[in-house]
């Protein structure tokens, strides 16, 4: 039988989700410097013609 006062084992899920939040993060900013570089170099594309 489980005591009432007894915590739950949630570690591993907390672990898990900050993973996710911040992997998804990570993602994000490596898209927009991507971003970034493309307009970048689309900007001097148009500056040459």
Same mark, same amino acid.
Request: charged share 15%; no cysteine; net charge negative.
């Given at each position: 039988?489980?005591?009432?006062? *007894?915590? *739950?084992?949630?570690?591993?899920?907390?672990?898990? !989700?900050? *993973?996710?939040?911040? !992997?998804?993060?990570? !993602?994000?900013?490596?898209?927009?410097?991507?971003?970034?570089?493309?307009?970048?170099?689309?900007?001097?594309?148009?500056?040459?013609?």
């Amino acid at each position: 039988m489980f005591s009432p006062l *007894a915590t *739950a084992d949630t570690l591993n899920y907390m672990i898990a !989700g900050y *993973a996710v939040i911040f !992997g998804a993060m990570l !993602g994000y900013v490596v898209s927009l410097i991507i971003r970034y570089h493309k307009a970048k170099q689309e900007l001097s594309n148009l500056e040459e013609l």
